[in-house]
């Protein structure tokens, strides 16, 4: 039977600076990937008036916060890995990063929700 203590010991080797730069660049790149297919649905419509004045809002809303989360939550993630890898004091430790990623994890699932709620949105478009 595995303890309670090996677990979180286990866990603790497999967590690191490494990890979350591997999880950050990659939850960037899909939001990134998302606006961009978005404001190309934007850019298309145009003022084609094929999306009343409240889905293109609501497009661009979720566009506006994926890019808040990137240059700026998102980057405070970044300084904080870096200060894991080079060790500064004070020292922030992998455990660190992962509370603070399971915070802003709310923010990136909330934002793949509200970039889901508009998939729908597509089949009404013209192609």
Same mark, same amino acid.
Request: proline share 2%.
């Given at each position: 039977? +595995?303890?309670?203590?090996? &677990? ?8 690191? %600076?490494?990890?979350? @730069?591997?999880?950050?660049?990659? !939850? =960037?790149?899909?939001?990134? %990937?998302?606006?961009?297919?978005? !404001?190309? +649905? ?10 009343? !004045?409240?889905?293109?809002?609501? &497009? ?12 700026? @939550? ?11 890898? !080079?060790?500064? =004091?004070?020292? +922030? ?14 923010? +990136? ?13 597509? %089949?009404?478009?013209?192609?």
């Amino acid at each position: 039977m +595995v303890s309670q203590l090996q &677990i979180v010991t286990t866990m603790s080797k497999t967590l690191s %600076a490494t990890y979350f @730069r591997d999880i950050l660049d990659n !939850e =960037t790149r899909k939001l990134e %990937a998302l606006c961009k297919e978005w !404001e190309d +649905v934007l850019s298309k419509v145009g003022d084609n008036e094929v999306l009343d !004045e409240e889905r293109s809002g609501e &497009i661009r809303a979720a566009i506006g916060l994926a890019h808040l989360l990137i240059n700026q @939550r998102f980057k405070q993630f970044s300084g904080l890995i870096k200060d894991c890898e !080079e060790e500064k =004091t004070p020292r +922030v430790t992998p455990e660190d990063l992962q509370g603070f990623w399971d915070m802003v994890y709310f923010q +990136v699932e909330d934002i793949h929700s509200k970039f889901q709620q508009l998939s729908s949105l597509k %089949a009404e478009l013209p192609a």
